[in-house]
């Protein structure tokens, strides 16, 4: 038992751990950004799940055939944008129930994907190429962290620092977080509010097909049907527990990673735990990271944009 | 000009009842479209898909099978979906009580259990389902959280949980390696209804359960509580309604029926405990419940359609080659056309000219 403990910490104090970690968590990052965006406009997008997983489909299938891993990345990104823009003409266009529409977005989602996917399946791709700078990235222990990851690492850091100063320090994402709170006086002031609420779920669209298309890219570099594996709706429990803050969504993220990697390396040790026992870990750790956040947040002080989920139709 | 959707004055009873048959007629047509695009002739696969399952009896059978708990699990959503309360979690539940009323049939089996085994397991299902429900809802009641997510994260830990019975201490020594349990004994099985065909007595149980909650929803309080605190949830609070009472309820009710299908579906069709005893009942139920307007006879209806595509699906995959994930793809356009068509009840689109528009806001 204390040499399994050992083996562990061991673990956790290594390099290795670290690359775990970030390439679990990017995936994670890259849609919960994009839904944190839709969700501070007042869109709750419950179809994360579709639109990864088409990303996936799409993403791989584009690097197959252009062997290249930006035209890939960049199908992922237009397939999911294409899916939300399914998703923003019922719930803006046509007022529709937006939990309901998501679902039925993740269930088109996962049989779409599979029908593109299915001539890929059992193909490989030359995986996304990691940084090289001579001299940094051969640094012992930071070296590869900081100097040694892909684009797509780099890309959802750069893409949350953005996040954050769009919300926080310009006009638009003034306004954005506007009509996140109270539809009706933006829409009184003269904001457009659906057309915001468009972008924003667009964007929302673009940065979930990218975190799809992460994970046949550079995860695997391969394409397997249904390989998001519920990472979208743990992206959604994430933008809860950030409480739709960017800051917080990082640390969030890399929890979630971290769990993914204990996971992995703890069914590698064979200490007879059920590998089922430890597959089910990061479903398991969703539900109790929501109820203590949900908890310690009460019901009353919620954070949620005040408009989320809720219909807005323009009076004329 | 400008297309711009306009809230009606009354709700449009004609659309009410035309939305899923209009629905159901653009999917056709979309469907269509999609089989051309794959280089099938769109008529054959039509045919293939949705006709000829009608014509052949024991496609017919097959179904009933298929929809028998679709439309369990169906009318048991509804309940939620009227009262505002996402349960999309079916899915777990089914599993669950699948493998609650399992764990008797595996333990009494080769042993000379009466008739006792088979009710007893349709009762440790329901409750197995229910109280799997009840943790999402309790979450929501007592700390507030998300029932959406919390409901759906327990469809992958409900899956790995029966994934690690079959593989483990329920496998049949004797099963060739297979990750099964031993075939149920008769006493643990629902009996056939018709010979030469898979229907059974669930499915008898299944009309009892629509007509069950068809009387819950039009003649009891608690029904009339269900409607009231979906359709006005600050009267509901103002008239003394206990909102958290009704989550638990639905969520209860609706677990119990996911895992009574569960347990009917493994005590039926199939004969044993497996990993895929499911081919996502617990989700196309969510189709079912909103295709059939949150009603049991229209859940009834409905189910029996998506079973229709269900076996069309399997059809066409061996007649036409086209892949199965086809039939998710129908499914998942069906629910967007029935949202969009409701849609239409309450509002409607109107083009107004920009002169119009200028007008008005001049006015």
Redesign the interface.
């Given at each position: 038992m204390l040499n399994a403990l050992g083996q562990i910490l061991g673990l956790i104090f290594s390099v290795n751990f670290i690359l775990t970690v970030i390439t679990a968590s990017t995936p994670l990052l890259l849609a919960a950004s994009g839904e944190l965006v839709a969700e501070r406009s007042g869109v709750l997008n419950?179809g994360v799940e579709g639109m990864m997983i088409m990303g996936a489909a799409c993403g791989f299938a584009g690097a197959y055939l252009s062997e290249s891993t930006i035209i890939g990345a960049i199908c992922g990104i237009l397939a999911g944008a294409a899916m939300a823009a399914?998703f923003a003409f019922?719930t803006l266009?046509?007022?529709?129930?937006q939990?309901?529409?998501g679902?039925?977005?993740t269930?088109?989602?996962?049989?779409?994907?599979?029908?593109i996917g299915?001539g890929f399946v059992g193909q490989r791709i030359v995986p996304a190429a990691q940084l090289h700078l001579p001299g940094l990235t051969e640094l012992p222990v930071v070296g590869r962290i900081l100097f040694g990851q892909d684009a797509f690492v780099y890309l959802s850091f750069a893409l949350i620092v953005g996040i954050w100063l769009f919300l926080y320090r310009t006009r638009s994402g003034l306004v954005l977080r506007a009509v996140g709170d109270n539809h009706a006086s933006a829409h009184a002031l003269g904001y457009p509010v659906l057309k915001i609420r468009l972008l924003a779920v667009l964007f929302g669209g673009g940065c979930a097909g990218l975190a799809g298309a992460f994970l046949p890219l550079a995860y695997t570099p391969f394409f397997i049907?249904g390989m998001t594996a519920?990472r979208g709706?743990i992206a959604?429990?994430l933008v809860?527990f950030a409480s739709w803050r960017p800051g917080r969504l990082v640390a969030g993220a890399y929890l979630f990673g971290a769990v993914t990697f204990l996971q992995l390396s703890v069914q590698g040790l064979g200490l007879g735990i059920?590998p089922?026992?430890m597959?089910?870990l990061p479903?398991?750790a969703?539900?109790v990271v929501?109820?203590l956040?949900?908890?310690t947040?009460?019901?009353a002080g919620?954070a949620a944009p005040a408009s989320l989920g809720v219909v807005f139709?323009p009076d004329? | 000009m400008r297309l711009?959707?306009?809230?009606r004055a009354e709700r449009s009873a004609v659309i009410a009842i035309a939305s899923p048959l209009i629905a159901i007629a653009l999917t056709l047509v979309t469907v269509a479209v999609l089989f051309a695009l794959l280089g099938k002739n769109p008529i054959e696969a039509l045919d293939v898909y949705f006709l000829e399952p009608l014509l052949d009896p024991y496609s017919l059978g097959e179904i009933v099978v298929k929809a028998t708990p679709l439309v369990m699990i169906g009318v048991g959503l509804s309940l939620c979906?009227i009262a505002n309360v996402?349960n999309?979690g079916a899915e777990g539940q089914f599993l669950i009580g699948a493998v609650c009323g399992s764990w008797l049939a595996v333990h009494t089996n080769g042993t000379d259990a009466g008739p006792w085994v088979l009710p007893a397991m349709l009762i440790l299902g329901a409750l197995g389902g229910a109280l799997y429900a009840l943790?999402p809802a309790i979450?929501k009641v007592r700390?507030?959280?998300?029932e959406?997510?919390?409901s759906?994260?327990?469809v992958?830990?409900a899956y790995?949980?029966m994934?690690?019975l079959v593989?483990?201490p329920w496998r049949d020594p004797k099963g060739l390696n297979f990750p099964t349990t031993a075939p149920f004994d008769p006493v643990a099985t629902l009996p056939p209804l018709i010979d030469g065909s898979r229907v059974h007595a669930g499915t008898l149980i299944a009309l009892f359960v629509v007509m069950l909650i068809a009387v819950v929803l039009g003649r009891t309080i608690m029904g009339f509580e269900i409607k009231l605190v979906g359709a006005a949830p600050k009267a509901a609070r103002f008239s003394g309604f206990n909102a958290d009472r009704l989550v638990l309820f639905t969520f209860a009710v609706s677990g119990a029926l996911a895992g009574l299908a569960g347990i009917i579906e493994v005590a039926g069709p199939i004969g044993y405990l497996q990993p895929d005893i499911s081919p996502g009942y617990g989700?196309t139920a969510?189709?079912v419940a909103?295709l059939g307007r949150l009603n049991p006879i229209g859940i009834l209806i409905a189910g029996l359609f998506l079973a229709l595509t269900f076996i069309g699906g399997e059809n066409a995959e061996i007649a036409m080659k086209v892949?199965?994930?086809?039939?998710?793809?129908?499914?998942?356009?069906l629910?967007?056309y029935v949202?969009?068509c409701?849609?239409?009840i309450?509002?409607r689109l109107r083009f107004?000219s920009a002169s119009r528009?200028a007008s008005?806001a001049n006015a």
């Open positions: 419950l399914i019922l266009g046509l007022a529709v129930n939990v309901a529409t679902l039925a977005l269930i088109l989602g996962t049989g779409l994907s599979g029908l299915a049907p519920g709706w959604l429990a809860v059920p089922q026992l597959s089910s479903y398991l969703t539900i929501l109820v956040i949900s908890r947040r009460g019901t919620s139709v004329r | 711009v959707l306009e809230r979906y996402w999309i943790i979450c700390f507030g959280a998300s959406i997510l919390t759906l994260m327990l992958y830990v790995y949980g994934d690690y593989r483990g989700f969510i189709i909103f892949p199965l994930d086809l039939t998710k793809v129908f499914q998942g356009i629910l967007f949202l969009a409701d849609s239409m309450v509002y107004i528009k008005a």
